[in-house]
Each structure stands twice: as structure tokens, then as C-alpha cells.
């Protein structure tokens, strides 16, 4: 499946996509506007690959991962340190003093 990426949010035909696996800071918290600025300077206006099952939703976002040349965007948040592997149970900004450890 290949999204071309628009506007404020990552779209699918009116759908948000929500990054599968990672976590970025919240609005407003330290790094927000850094993973902010990464993710719209290396996705805005492509027209990108995305993985996921399309039946696999987070409220009203689809939850997929984006490849950019078939590598994982998310993998490269978490190699700048713009984000951190998400598992189940991790809350919202918990522990980003540990991130990239």
C-alpha cells in the first residue's frame, strides 16, 4: 500500500496513521517539535510504502509503519533518538530521560 503524505497529518484517505511500535514526546514536552520537524522534513509530499494490517486501529487512527527506500521511518526516530520503542503498558513521556539506552 503506498500513502502520499499531506498536510498537517499522515493521511490514508482520511485516516490518520499513527506510527506503529514508538513513542514521541507529547505536545509541548522537551523533543516534541524535533521528532515534529524530522518526521515533516524527510515524509512531507512523499509518496511512501506503509506496513500494517489496515484492520488494526487506535481509536481513529490505522496503525502502520512507513518505509522510506523499504527501511523502517520509525527504526530511523529511534536511531536519532527522536523516539523510543513503545511496548504495551509504557505510559505517554514515562522515562524519556532513558531514551536511545
Not at 16 to 33: A, H, L, M, Q, S
Not at 41 to 67: C, F, Q, S, Y
Request: net charge neutral; glycine share 10%.
Amino acid at each position: 500500500l503506498y500513502v502520499t503524505i499531506l498536510g498537517r497529518r499522515r493521511t490514508f484517505h482520511d485516516t490518520i496513521i499513527r506510527f506503529k511500535d514508538v513513542d514521541t514526546p507529547e505536545r509541548g514536552k522537551p523533543g516534541y517539535y524535533d521528532a515534529k520537524g524530522h518526521t515533516y522534513d524527510r515524509l512531507m509530499g512523499m509518496t511512501i510504502k506503509v506496513r500494517g494490517d489496515h484492520t488494526e486501529m487506535n481509536g481513529d487512527r490505522w496503525v502502520a509503519i512507513p518505509l522510506i527506500d523499504g527501511q523502517s521511518f520509525c527504526q530511523e526516530l529511534i536511531d536519532l533518538n527522536l523516539a523510543r520503542r513503545w511496548y504495551p503498558g509504557i505510559k505517554p513521556d514515562e522515562g524519556w530521560n532513558n531514551i536511545g539506552q
